[in-house]
């Protein structure tokens, strides 16, 4: 069952960063210009009081965690991050392979 969410979610993330490389590339072919939908700016449209409560929470447990690797991944274009969630996402739910020789 859980190997079901997973797949799920990782098929839904993968759609996301799909639907969101194309919508940047049609902004960027419009505006004749390079547009890039940072991880920051999408989650500040969906839930902007959570990403300003994150940054206390972390430099309240440990500084290092926001400047150099939170910073970095919320600067980040949105699309790859999807992807790359989705197929870590994907790869974990998946089967596992039979053992060969062996008995169960």
Do not use: Y
């Amino acid at each position: 069952m859980i190997r079901f969410v997973f797949r799920f979610v990782g098929l839904l993330c993968l759609a996301l960063g799909f639907i969101i490389l194309v919508h940047d590339g049609t902004k960027s072919i419009a505006d004749q210009r390079w547009f890039i939908t940072k991880v920051s700016d999408l989650w500040i449209t969906f839930h902007e009081p959570s990403l300003t409560g994150l940054r206390p929470a972390l430099e309240g447990v440990a500084g290092v965690l926001w400047d150099p690797i939170l910073v970095n991944v919320l600067n980040a274009p949105s699309w790859a991050a999807l992807l790359g969630v989705g197929a870590i996402l994907i790869l974990v739910g998946r089967k596992p392979k039979p053992l060969i020789g062996f008995a169960r």
